[in-house]
């Protein structure tokens, strides 16, 4: 609701004598990106250089060059309106924070590096409540994310996608360009809390015991947010992690590093084929937990959390993930 609310007051803003039917041209579009002087710049030669059309305008030349349209866009008014609509609406959001494109070809060193340098939680305070929530029984874990790095994205074409292995999303990437995907790519490192069952055995990472003897383990993990420049091609995603990245059989090959029984992405619109949980929020200063719940139980998780949790908000969530994290939620291995 806070984005569509900023994407609505830069509409306002940008065209405020202009009605849901007006048309966006190339000349507009430069006026709203203040690129009027660079448009100037074009001679005719570099027009029809870009546009192969005599008759061109300097904007359409510009826009071409920057890639935001193609020649052929220019003959289709009311695509070339939306495209241009759309594209200048997310030039003029700054509440946006992301990495880069999936066809940047230094965005795999970026991801790495930002994942390098991040660290799992070490707010006493903070460990202290959500540790009381699994003490007490309220969820077996939870996600931590420091909102400062937030995407921002658009909830209508953006998946949110988690994991803990790095290689993993460096592969994930590089397959995503190859399958011609392009979306924007924010990796917000988490601090992932779950409950350590004894009959597990040796644990090979961190495990700290809670006052009623439940052991917690906290590791460190990332959300990879990827806002897609078409619903379609957001659709599209659950085809690929199927395909590429969700294990069915032990011994199944063709599958990127560390591929999951029961991968991890949910949307916050709803979207066919993928199946409803609830995502309670809390909110304590820049930090943010989420504990997720089916649906049937999230309303007495909310009440318990906001017992314990009176001094912060508790914002339930409705989201949409993946069969197989569902199938997750239920109990199920696969």
């Known amino acids: 609701m ?30 709203a990106l203040n690129l009027n002087e ?27 060059d920057m890639g935001v349209i193609t020649a052929k866009d220019l003959d289709q008014k009311r695509s070339l309106s939306s495209k241009l609509s759309a594209f200048v609406i997310d030039q003029n959001d ?5 990495i880069g494109n999936v ?8 991801v790495v590096k930002t994942w390098n340098d991040s660290r799992v939680i070490e707010d006493n ?23 400062q790095d937030d995407s ?34 924010q990796l917000t490192p988490k601090s992932s809390a779950f409950l350590y069952l004894p009959e597990w055995g040796e644990p090979n990472y961190p495990v700290m015991t809670l006052e009623s003897g439940k052991m917690v383990s906290v590791v460190k993990e990332y959300n990879l947010d990827f806002e897609f420049q078409t619903a379609e091609r957001k659709k ?39 199946k409803v949980l609830t995502e309670n929020r809390v909110v304590m ?27 912060y908000d508790v914002v339930p969530t409705k989201v949409w993930v993946n069969p197989s994290f569902y199938r997750y939620m239920l109990g199920e291995f696969k």
């Open 2 to 31: 806070k984005l569509k609310l900023i994407r609505t007051a830069i509409i306002i803003a940008l065209f405020p004598l202009a009605s849901h039917a007006a048309e966006m041209t190339t000349e507009k579009a430069v006026d």
């Open 38 to 64: 660079l448009a100037l710049t074009y001679s005719q030669e570099k027009i029809v250089k870009a546009t192969g059309i005599s008759d061109a305008k300097q904007a359409d030349a510009l826009l071409i």
């Open 94 to 98: 700054q509440s946006e924070r992301y």
């Open 103 to 110: 066809s940047d070809t230094n965005l795999v060193e970026r």
């Open 125 to 147: 305070k903070t460990l202290h409540l959500l540790n009381s929530f699994i003490d007490n029984g309220y969820t077996t874990g939870y996600n931590v994310i420091d909102t």
């Open 152 to 185: 921002n994205f658009n909830p209508d074409l953006m998946i949110r996608y988690g994991h803990n292995n790095i290689q993993h999303a460096v592969q994930l990437l590089y397959l995503m360009k190859s399958e011609s995907f392009n979306p924007k790519v």
């Open 236 to 274: 599209s995603f659950m085809d690929l992690i199927n395909q590429y990245a969700k294990k069915d059989s032990a011994e199944e090959k063709g599958l990127i590093f560390e591929s999951w029984w029961q991968p991890f992405y949910r949307s916050y619109t709803e979207m066919a084929d993928y």
């Open 285 to 311: 200063g820049d930090y943010q937990a989420d504990l997720m719940s089916l649906p049937e139980k999230a309303e007495k998780q909310e009440e318990q959390v906001r017992s314990m949790a009176d001094s």
